[in-house]
């Protein structure tokens, strides 16, 4: 997702916050992180940011929920999935976002229609990871609420979410596919079968049946669970090269870029086995991934004909092409904690909170060295909700030392 905001002020180190203080980095980013993500909650769910993103985008607002959780606002969580099921189509598509229909307006400071969003704002494809990225928070909501109600008053809305998943199978391994700009980075042209979208839809199935099984559904609950299997024989014959899983398969062309963000996941939410996650956790290191304040969101670059041809145009290609996003270094360091990696997850983390105080913020997206994006053409949003959830989330699933 992307706009101009040229407008906005640029970010300044506050030198103040970098002065050593009393407080642990870690508990003071935490504090930032956490005041700025319920700043964006509103009545319709958790908001993406302040400026151009002030609407719930779907992914941004399952992914933030997961930090809401850890701040024990089940309230926010629970309005968010409940809006989520009120705009849900009725072949049960979630939306991209609900709020501004139309996204360039936000640009020119309109206040247009509001609803509803079920294509990407290019126009070109239907987004493909909303429906998962439900039922990963709902699970989660769960587990943290045992608010068993809610599963059972839902229920046929939840599987006909789960089910529109299996719409967009086109062959018998059950794997997703998709055409351009339809997952989180949004601005490459990754099309057929997708790691990132296919590890989330693989681990989105078992949990649903997890959540059929513990209410009764015994039948679903078994046939989803193979279902969940099956998705997840298919990525490991389809996706694995010995070393990570590969970006994207297009019929005979194979992209073999390393996907942070799908590769993590994968090892996060138990895709992985016990070699496969040390395996990823070895190419990063081999590869000098986590040598900045926050790990790449790739290994290898993408193809210059595989980026949205207007962001070449403004020099913007490296926007998930090389750029740091923090969320992708939250989740890195809760799959290194999970892997046994303990001493670089609270490193990584060390090294995200020192960035969020050093620029007093959460921002959306990093320059290489470190600053906040600031280009002519675009700045990065401030009070980014997605990395601040991720953040809060991962110091406690990773279980970092907050004490004075």
């Known amino acids: 997702m992307i706009q101009s905001n040229s407008a906005f002020n640029e970010p300044q180190a506050n030198p103040m916050s970098i002065v050593p203080r009393k407080e642990p980095i870690v508990k003071q980013a935490l504090r930032i992180a956490s005041e700025g993500l319920r700043s964006r909650y509103s009545d319709k769910g958790i908001l993406a940011g302040g400026t151009h993103f002030a609407d719930v985008w779907i992914r941004d607002c399952c992914y933030a929920g997961l930090g809401a959780l850890m701040l024990k ?52 494809s239907v987004p493909r990871d909303s429906n998962s990225l439900y039922m990963v928070l709902l699970k989660h909501y ?19 979410i789960i089910d529109w998943n299996f719409k967009c199978c086109e062959d018998m391994d ?65 996706f694995w090269n010995g070393s990570y899983y590969i970006d994207w398969i297009d019929k005979d062309r194979r992209v073999e870029v390393f996907s942070t963000e799908a590769n993590v996941i994968a090892v996060m939410l138990g895709v992985t086995t016990k070699e496969q996650s040390e395996a990823i956790e070895s190419y990063m290191f081999n590869n000098k991934m986590n040598d900045s304040f926050c790990v790449s969101t790739n290994h290898q670059k993408h193809a210059m004909r595989d980026i949205y041809p207007p962001f070449v145009g403004i020099r913007l290609q490296d926007y998930h092409n090389g750029l740091k996003w923090l969320w992708v270094g939250c989740l890195d360091a809760v799959a290194k904690s999970r892997n046994g990696q303990q001493d670089r997850a609270v490193e990584a983390l060390t090294r995200i909170a020192a960035k969020i105080v050093e620029y007093d913020g959460v921002f959306e997206v990093y320059e290489k060295d470190g600053p906040p994006l600031q280009r002519f053409f675009y700045r990065s949003e401030k009070l980014f909700a997605w990395s601040s959830g991720l953040f809060v989330w991962a110091c406690h699933q990773v279980g970092v030392d907050l004490s004075d």
Request: glycine share 8%; hydrophobic share 35%.
């Open 73 to 124: 606002d089940s309230v926010i969580v629970k309005n968010s999935l409940r809006s989520m099921v009120e705009y849900m189509k009725d072949d049960g598509q979630i939306p991209l976002r609900i709020g501004q229909k139309y996204f360039l307006l936000r640009y020119f400071h309109i206040n247009g229609p509001q609803g509803g969003v079920y294509k990407e704002d290019k126009y070109v």
């Open 142 to 160: 769960i587990d943290e609420t045992q608010d068993w109600a809610f599963v059972e008053d839902n229920y046929e809305a939840l599987k006909k």
């Open 174 to 238: 059950m794997l997703m596919t998709e055409g351009y700009y339809a997952g989180w980075a949004d601005s490459l042209k990754k099309t057929g079968k997708v790691l990132y979208t296919n590890v989330l839809h693989c681990v989105a199935t078992q949990y649903f049946s997890e959540l059929g099984s513990h209410i009764g559904k015994k039948a679903d609950a078994e046939m989803y669970l193979q279902f969940s299997k099956r998705v997840k024989a298919s990525l490991n014959d389809q």
